[in-house]
């Protein structure tokens, strides 16, 4: 049975000591963004905020939804939201995403929903009667979509596109976020309604049953609708509501949903953000579209999710790693590449893939390189790692030696010059570049030489690998006798 909503998943995680319920009162103004930010570096549970000063008993806020958890059971929240056990591996995560997803489900519409408790229009509509966080010492403002989802329509095809995209309050009835004109929301916006001088629709949802931002935060086809991966991987149908104000359908058991338009052409400075790269990128705001606010709907006593982006690993690098991941996997593999695996590794950013496959003839790393590139991802994955079948790309110990033994430090490397890449999100690049949207990428092909004779490839020491098969049974049928615990698997 699938998560009817934020409040049944909740239950779930708190069962297995995913949530750290906080009575204590804590401050909006930084103080809950520390708190979320030292949650990832403990790899501590959840903080389930309940007690936000200068707001009402009841309004909480939910941290960390997607944060990686203690050793042995990293994935516990990713897992759980799959309805899998918390201690599933990423690789087998990212199978079952893939799987599921193959098997979309449409969702179906009902009159009415919890996310209809509360409808505030007109001069009831203020955005900071919501517990919006100031997350980071210099951000631009109170950011109030850090985990969610923006609803658009295209106005030509009807397709209706899910996107995770950041939001900041300007004041009570505006908010302000990176519009990427790479991004499925640029295209709609800049290349359609903007171009037509018409204002576009949105709706934003916080506070979802948990699959349906992470499939907002994924990379999917032009033309795909979230709710039907959403339905697919849930394996039963989201139930979609009406909005109040614009002819857009949202998740009807949603905590908060805010609709509205951007007008074209308006422009307003939001940001600057401490980012999934790491870093605070910008010294300043710089001028971004406007999401015009004309109504909020919310259940009683709602529920804010937040993530707290920056150095890895938060929420969206642990999301990534899953169901980007999955994206890249299938796709190449539904090219023919014969692939094992693709990993985001979280430590990385989201800006590092390694991909670990069959080299079929010489130089065949550079093929898969491009292929990742080339995906809608693949703007910001600036490093490609590509490993023999051997390695376990999901394990960053095996990729690094693998890397160091195996790639050739002149031959081995391919680097891509000009590529093109977000301004201000590649922060390795020259300040000029950075702005002119110009930057680079890399292949490190730590695959054996196709052309080398065989006994020329040295033989890993490994103990799957040195020892003779009988030797390994023994050793593993004895391993509690020599006084181990566990480790026989
Ligand atoms: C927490 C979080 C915040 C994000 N913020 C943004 C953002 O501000 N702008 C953006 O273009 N992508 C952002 N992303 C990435 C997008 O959600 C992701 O690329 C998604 O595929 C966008 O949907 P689309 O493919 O339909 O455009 C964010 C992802 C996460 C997990």
Known sequence: MAFRDLRDYLAALDRE????????????????????????????????????????????????????????????????????????????????????????????????????????????????????????????????????????????????????????????????????????????????????????????????????????????????NEADITGGLRGEPLELVKCETVDLEVPAAAEIVIEGEMLPYERRDEGPFGEYTGYRSAHAGSPKPVYRVKAITHRNDPIMPVS???????????????????????????????????????????????????????????????????????????????????VDATNLDEVLHAVVTRCHPDRGVHKVPNAPIYPNLSTFTDPDDRLAGRGACCLLDATWPKHWHPEDTPVKASFTVMWPREIQDLVLRKWEKYGYKGGIS
């Not at 930010?37 to 000063?53: G, K, Q, V």
């Not at 899953?322 to 695996?341: K, Q, S």
């Not at 590139?373 to 693949?378: E, F, I, L, N």
């Open 17 to 224: 000591g995913e949530v750290q319920h906080i009575e204590e009162e804590v401050d909006w103004d930084l103080e809950v963004g520390a708190v979320i930010r030292r949650s990832y570096d403990l790899r501590a549970a959840a903080p389930l905020f309940e007690n936000i000063t200068g707001y009402p008993v009841g309004y909480r806020i939910f941290g960390a939804p997607a944060g990686l958890s203690r050793p042995g059971r990293e994935y516990a929240r990713i897992a759980l939201a799959l309805g899998m056990g918390p201690e599933t591996g990423v690789g087998a995560l990212i199978e079952e995403y893939i799987r599921r997803k193959k098997s979309p489900i449409n969702p179906i519409i009902v009159a009415n929903g919890p996310c209809k408790e509360n409808i505030l229009m007109g001069d009831k509509v203020d955005l900071l009667k919501l517990p919006v966080p100031l997350l980071h010492d210099g951000d631009g403002g109170r950011y109030i979509g850090t985990w969610h989802l923006v609803v658009t329509r295209d106005p030509d095809t009807g397709w209706t596109n899910w996107g995770m995209y950041r939001l900041m309050v300007h004041d009570a009835t505006s908010m302000g976020g990176l519009v990427a004109p790479s991004q499925h929301i640029g295209m709609m916006y800049y290349q359609k309604y903007e171009a037509r001088n018409q204002p576009m629709p949105f709706a934003v949802v916080i506070g979802t049953e948990p699959l349906s931002s992470l499939v907002a935060a994924t990379y999917l086809p032009t033309g795909v």
């Open 308 to 390: 707290c982006m920056g150095v890895p690993v938060d929420d969206a690098h642990a999301t990534m790693s899953v169901t980007v991941a999955g994206e890249l996997l299938d796709d190449l593999r539904c090219r023919g590449f014969p692939v094992r695996m693709v990993a985001l590794p979280p430590q990385c950013a989201q800006s590092m893939a390694v991909v670990s496959t069959r080299t079929p003839y010489p130089y065949f790393a550079k093929k898969v390189a491009h292929a990742i590139w080339a995906s809608q991802a693949g703007a910001v994955l600036y490093w490609v790692m590509v490993v023999d079948e051997d």
